[in-house]
T-cell receptor, first 115, second 115 residues
Framework: DAGVIQSPRHEVTEMGQEVTLRCKPISGHNSLFWYRQTMMRGLELLIYFNNNVPIDDSGMPEDRFSAKMPNASFSTLKIQPSEPRDSAVYFC?????????????FGSGTRLTVV | DQQVKQNSPSLSVQEGRISILNCDYTNSMFDYFLWYKKYPAEGPTFLISISSIKDKNEDGRFTVFLNKSAKHLSLHIVPSQPGDSAVYFCAAISLNTGTASKLTFGTGTRLQVTL
């Protein structure tokens, strides 16, 4: 298995533009998570899905952020409009189940820079 | 509100010596704890875990200790090797709440193992 695949690896965009981050979880994993890493807050959970259904989006910072999981093999995180303070590394992770004792498998992340 | 705290942002240890990384948590519902390791430009990878019914778990050079009364856990690496240089994240989860739960991460500690 190729693991959790995220694209793009790097994204540089101007303030006000729409940004879409993509994630392909590991086949057979029923849970998918979007995290954001910043120096101040570490790894912050934004939203997670179980069986393609959003379970908890309380970590989504603002209405400018939205996430979808149209099927078991694809998820997107969209920021519209983007702002410089959204600059961070965004990770997607997947797991066979929510309460996974071996933890989650993370993708390599998307480094977002908003100028 | 940071439920999982890693108060040392960085740590430098000489090769061959012991590295001790610390983590504190505030949520008494957490009953399972994990350590992740992260190299630059990669996603975090699962390292070792411990259930709240134990106070120690060992895997090769890595040992995690849990002090429930103090709500404190630590990761010991003995002996430390240059390849251990990475950011280490502590994470916690409630497995037995009967409701959907997810990993909560700390802010990370950057370990540098020097020659």
């Amino acid at each position: 298995d190729a693991g959790v695949i995220q694209s793009p690896r790097h994204e540089v965009t101007e303030m006000g533009q729409e940004v879409t981050l993509r994630c392909k979880p590991i086949s057979g994993h029923n849970s998918l998570f979007w995290y954001r890493q910043t120096m101040m807050r570490g790894l912050e959970l934004l939203i997670y899905f179980n069986n393609n259904v959003p379970i908890d989006d309380s970590g989504m910072p603002e209405d400018r952020f939205s996430a979808k999981m149209p099927n078991a093999s694809f998820s997107t995180l969209k920021i519209q409009p983007s702002e410089p303070r959204d600059s961070a590394v965004y990770f997607c992770a997947s797991s066979p189940r929510l309460e996974q004792r071996d933890g989650y498998t993370f993708g390599s992340g998307t480094r977002l820079t908003v100028v | 509100d940071q439920q999982v705290k890693q108060n040392s942002p960085s740590l430098s240890v000489q090769e061959g010596r012991i590295s001790i990384l610390n983590c504190d948590y505030t949520n008494s519902m957490f009953d399972y704890f994990l350590w992740y390791k992260k190299y630059p430009a990669e996603g975090p990878t699962f390292l070792i875990s411990i259930s709240s019914i134990k106070d120690k778990n060992e895997d090769g050079r890595f040992t995690v200790f849990l002090n429930k009364s103090a709500k404190h856990l630590s990761l010991h690496i003995v002996p430390s090797q240059p390849g251990d240089s990475a950011v280490y994240f502590c994470a916690a989860i409630s497995l037995n709440t009967g409701t959907a739960s997810k990993l909560t991460f700390g802010t990370g500690t950057r370990l540098q193992v020097t020659l």
